[in-house]
């Protein structure tokens, strides 16, 4: 079992940044691959990076890419989304999520956090 906790988020003007936090807790997490995810009112649950278990492998979603930075630090079981350059459409609830497999999709995530809400104003 594993358990996640966002933290971070917040309301920040257009081309500012914010970093996010995913805290994890059970003894299995350094197994896991880590993803952040994201939701904007009315819209489907997308992706928006991605970190292997290992931390040596990362993938990025194209509408962040050059943007967002993700990261895991194993020794304080976290995990990191570093948000710069933020957009207007960038507002949505940021969520947290594991999983052992490599496809990206919401639909194969295992565990999720209960989200944080990132607000970017025009």
């Given at each position: ?41 009315g819209?489907a ?78």
């Amino acid at each position: 079992q594993v358990q996640l906790v966002e933290s971070g988020g917040g309301l920040v003007q257009a081309g500012g940044s914010l970093r996010l936090s995913c805290a994890a807790s059970g003894r299995t997490f350094s197994n896991y691959n880590m993803g952040w995810f994201r939701q904007a009112p009315g819209k489907a649950r997308e992706f928006v990076a991605g970190i292997s278990w290992s931390g040596s492998s990362t993938v990025h979603a194209d509408s962040v890419k050059g943007r967002f930075t993700i990261s895991r630090d194993k020794a304080k079981n976290t995990v990191n989304l570093q948000m710069n350059s933020l957009k207007p459409e960038d507002t949505a609830v940021y969520y947290c999520a594991a999983t052992y497999g490599t496809t990206w999709s919401a639909d194969y995530m295992t565990y999720w956090g209960r989200g944080t809400l990132v607000t970017v104003s025009s």
